[in-house]
Nanobody
Framework: QVQLVESGGGLVQAGGSLTLSCAVSGGTFSRFAMGWFRQAPGKERKFVAGITWNAERIYYAASVEGRFIISRDNAKNTVYLQMNSLISEDTAVYYC???????????????????WGQGTEVTVSS
């Protein structure tokens, strides 16, 4: 069983930065593609960023391109999301997810991921 635990959320002023972490246990993390998603109140869960097992392919949603950076440390079984220049529209619960069956592509759709963390809340005050 693969387990994911996010951390690093909190309250931040607009223009500030936060770095989220997602620690993964179970399975072989170094083979997984990983993704970050977010869900604002009353809205659907949306793709934010994804990274392949070896970080050769990285993809961002247009809304965060140039502001967010996804990375991973396979030695620590952890994926990160560095969020810069935060705006109020970034307020959401952020989830990390693992795609254990295919590590060499970035999947945008939530159904492409088979394990999810519990989420960490990010609130950006304006």
């Amino acid at each position: 069983q693969v387990q994911l635990v996010e951390s690093g959320g909190g309250l931040v002023q607009a223009g500030g930065s936060l770095t989220l972490s997602c620690a993964v246990s179970g399975g072989t993390f170094s083979r997984f593609a990983m993704g970050w998603f977010r869900q604002a109140p009353g809205k659907e869960r949306k793709f934010v960023a994804g990274i392949t097992w070896n970080a050769e392919r990285i993809y961002y949603a247009a809304s965060v391109e140039g502001r967010f950076i996804i990375s991973r440390d396979n030695a620590k079984n952890t994926v990160y999301l560095q969020m810069n220049s935060l705006i109020s529209e970034d307020t959401a619960v952020y989830y990390c997810a693992s795609a254990t069956s295919r590590g060499d592509i970035v999947v945008v759709a939530p159904r492409g991921y088979d394990y999810w963390g519990q989420g960490t809340e990010v609130t950006v005050s304006s």
